[in-house]
């Protein structure tokens, strides 16, 4: 399957589509150097496929690309970045060890 994000700037959000069919989206908040990802969510049709995933990842890097700090406040994008160690850098001081310290009790 063949998923493609985009960021969507005018919806504060990066949209996932598989050909035309919108698979999915994470919501984003800017606050000067820092972006807020607060809420990602996936088609039923497109659930288990790696939707998600492919959304957190982009958004991390566009984050890394444009020099932001990130806040992981949404319960998905924080235990991807715990399974994905190489994006932990990003993650603000403040969030961190939350983030972290989850992976003990998943």
Avoid at 55 to 73: E, H, K, Y
Avoid at 86 to 98: A, I, T
């Amino acid at each position: 399957m063949d998923v493609v994000v985009t960021e969507v700037a005018a919806r504060t959000r990066f949209e996932a589509r598989v050909g035309e069919a919108l698979a999915g989206h994470l919501e984003y908040a800017r606050l000067g150097g820092k972006i807020l990802l607060t809420h990602t969510e996936v088609e039923p049709a497109f659930e288990g496929q790696g939707v998600g995933g492919e959304l957190a990842r982009a958004a991390l890097d566009s984050a890394r690309v444009n020099g932001l700090i990130v806040r992981p406040l949404c319960p998905f994008v924080a235990g991807w970045v715990r399974r994905h160690p190489d994006y932990v850098e990003l993650v603000d001081p403040v969030d961190r060890m939350r983030v972290m310290a989850a992976a003990k009790v998943d």
